[in-house]
């Protein structure tokens, strides 16, 4: 898997959904399809993105006990995505049990990324709130590095600490960020921007981008431009 740009589906319906796909009459974009949109519309959604040609990022964020996130993943990896994610926080018992309920029969399986911790957690409400002292930092790269070794592919994290974790945990871990702004846009209620081309500096291999392409007058063209300042 070489560097790629995905567009973050953060649409309410299949309908929304398909008619901003359709624009689309190129390259078929690699698509992450969230929470709100597989919530609204189930396996449906993910089935006919499969058909129109999209890779597919599910980004679900499991979080539960080893068995049931296993089942779930056997689920899911039968959809044939490409890419799909869980909450470090349920600890290495549960990142080894979602590989083996990920893994088909012939042995392939979608990667597995893993979230640290969330990028709206700050020092404070990680202290406050879970009761975790150390800096966050450290806690985002120890989180990292329990996901290598239970196996899996790689992280969600900032642009800004990829560099890092590919240092602690090698460079072929996948770090795929969110958080990518052009340079000439606006940032939103994202915190800690960069730009398509400072990601890539910065050492991502997938930047996944969602309003400066959904909410964009010409999506097609933003979406081109992510492509060229990222992957050149
Ligand atoms: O519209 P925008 O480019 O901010 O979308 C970024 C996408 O990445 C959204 O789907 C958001 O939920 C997701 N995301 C994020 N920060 C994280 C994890 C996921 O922005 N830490």
Redesign the pocket.
């Known amino acids: 898997m070489g560097k790629d740009v995905i567009v973050?589906c953060?649409f309410a319906s299949a309908e929304q959904t398909t008619a901003f796909l359709d624009r689309f009459t190129g390259r078929k974009p690699f698509v992450?399809i969230?929470m709100e949109l597989y919530y609204a519309e189930g396996p449906a959604i993910v089935r006919e993105l499969r058909r129109r040609g999209h890779r597919i990022f599910l980004?679900l964020k499991l979080h539960d006990i080893p068995n049931t996130v296993k089942k779930t993943m056997a689920v899911l990896s039968a959809l044939d995505v490409e890419l799909v994610n869980l909450h470090a926080a349920g600890t290495m018992a549960m990142m080894t049990a979602a590989l083996e309920g990920l893994t088909r029969p012939d042995g392939t399986r979608p990667k597995l990324i893993a979230?640290t911790q969330?990028?709206?957690t700050d020092q404070e409400s990680m202290e406050r709130d879970l009761w975790i002292r150390e800096p966050i930092e450290q806690v985002v790269l120890h989180y990292a590095l329990t996901a290598r070794n239970a196996g899996l592919d790689g992280v969600?994290?900032?642009p800004l600490e990829a560099g890092k974790v590919h240092e602690v945990c090698g460079t072929d871990f996948l770090t795929v960020t969110?958080?990518?702004?052009f340079a000439d846009g606006a940032a939103?209620?994202?915190k800690r921007v960069t730009t398509p081309a400072g990601a890539a500096a910065l050492g991502s291999d997938y930047i996944?981008?969602?309003?400066?392409i959904?909410a964009a007058e010409d999506p097609v063209a933003a979406y081109e431009r992510c492509l060229r300042e990222f992957v050149g």
């Open positions: 973050a953060d992450k969230g980004d979230v969330l990028t709206s969600v994290c900032s969110p958080g990518v702004r939103g209620d994202q996944v981008v969602g309003r400066p959904t």
